[in-house]
């Protein structure tokens, strides 16, 4: 053989992973933390996804179908443009973890000298990076009938704590995901001992009873601490060093949860998983909404009706009226929903790109973490363009044949909703480089 062919036949070797070198070490052990890091998040028991992959036993026997979906780029998700703007929470697998996982499933996915006994703390109980210091959920599981029916119900979780803490990350908890739509919780200080925080209601079911004439929490939601929520596909809500916000020592969590229209009775608990930090918060987060059952609702151009059978296209323009750092974009649309764009434009006339989602899909969605904290001066203005797919050729369409949908504000997954929210800090100099991971 000469030198030419000899070059060659050694990196065609190294391709295909025939050296006697790292790729003919591969094992389950070396492909693990992948999985437990970029799919275990969703895949596992309780989760969203259907099916868990914690195990070397649920990965074995399904290697066919995640050479498919991870060859193809289809797992795992993420829907927002790259080229566009640049996120923390990315979960795309690096072009090493995807060859890397590619040869193993090759040479038959073998399990090498692994034992579940040792699996130890890879074997993350959250999407966060270790288990949480509180979990604040209802007492009893809330039984969702299999009727065929969307279902809104508030929860009041009451807490009383023997001192403050400071909050580094917030995540959703249940042991049910695959029947919540969505879900969105406030946390309120109740000081005065003599609010009773315990008594009252501790469940309404606002889809199935009449609307009270007095809001009945009203007592205990006079000073929000803190606003925030999840939707299918997020990843847990995190904060830089310094950056946070307090839970009081009483209060209590409100959660509105949106139950998705099932055929089977399943039963849900609900709640949040809190993560503290030693060190106090230096900075406050911010959380604000707009669009709909937002700030600036009204303003949304033209007004958000989708004509049937059409792809239409909406704009909101919001000034800021502080100068923001932000940590987080969160746009949210529902089944209609075809592609969003959201930038802000400086008084100077500079776009700062916040996010660009080239093909919505409301299974997947997400809270984007910034990797730095991104300025926006006093006087931008923030873009919204959301567009729309109304036509049979959504497969996702609630209605065939389609109909107008008209939305200001309605959660109900077959309306609409154009909403963006915003996590922030009041900006302070250098934030730029603050880097958010």
């Known amino acids: 053989m000469n030198a030419t062919l000899l070059t060659r036949s050694i990196i065609l070797a190294c391709v295909l992973g025939h050296t006697t070198g790292y790729a003919q070490q591969i094992t389950y052990k070396t492909v693990e933390p992948i999985f437990l890091n970029k799919c275990a998040p969703c895949h596992r028991p309780g989760d969203a996804a259907p099916f868990s992959l914690m195990s070397y036993e649920d990965v074995s026997k399904r290697t066919s179908f995640i050479k498919e979906v991870i060859t193809n780029g289809y797992m795992p998700p993420w829907r927002a443009d790259v080229h566009y703007s640049d996120f923390a929470n990315d979960r795309r697998l690096t072009e090493q973890e995807k060859q890397t996982l590619l040869q193993w499933i090759d040479r038959q996915a073998p399990k090498g000298d692994y034992d579940e006994k040792v699996k130890g703390a890879l074997l993350k109980t959250t999407g966060y990076s270790r288990p949480p210091d509180l979990t604040l959920k209802i007492d009893t599981a809330f039984i969702v009938k299999g009727d065929n029916s969307e279902r809104f119900i508030l929860f009041k979780v009451p807490f009383e704590l023997s001192e403050t803490h400071t909050i580094e990350a917030i995540e959703f908890f249940t042991n049910n995901k695959k029947i919540v739509h969505h879900i969105n919780y406030g946390f309120y200080e109740v000081a005065d001992p003599a609010v009773d925080i315990h008594g009252g209601r501790a ?235």
Do not use: C
């Open 203 to 437: 469940v309404i079911n606002t889809t199935e009873e009449e609307s009270p004439q007095k809001d009945p929490y009203e007592a205990v939601k006079r000073k929000m601490v803190y606003y925030s929520g999840w939707i299918p596909g997020a990843s847990p809500e995190s904060y830089p060093r310094d950056l946070g916000w307090v839970l009081p020592r009483r209060g209590v969590v409100l959660l509105t949860a949106h139950y998705s229209a099932i055929a089977r009775e399943e039963s849900s608990v609900v709640g949040v998983n809190l993560f503290f930090r030693k060190d106090p918060v230096k900075r406050q987060v911010r959380i604000i909404s707009l669009g709909s059952g937002g700030i600036a609702e009204r303003d949304i151009s033209p007004p958000l009706f989708i004509p049937a059978g059409k792809v239409s296209t909406f704009h909101l323009k919001v000034k800021t009226q502080e100068e923001q750092s932000l940590l987080y974009v969160w746009p949210h649309m529902h089944f209609l929903g075809k592609e969003a764009y959201v930038y802000a434009v400086t008084p100077s006339g500079d776009t700062i790109h916040l996010v660009h989602i080239p093909r919505w899909d409301p299974r997947w969605q997400e809270l984007y973490k910034f990797r730095r904290l991104v300025r926006i001066p006093k006087g931008s203005v923030v873009n919204m363009d959301y567009t729309y797919d109304n036509t049979t050729e959504n497969p996702l369409n609630p209605n065939n044949p389609p109909r107008g949908v008209f939305s200001l504000g309605d959660m109900t997954s077959t309306n609409e909703m154009m909403t963006l929210l915003l996590i922030y800090v009041p900006y302070q100099e250098e934030d730029e480089k603050m880097e958010i991971r």
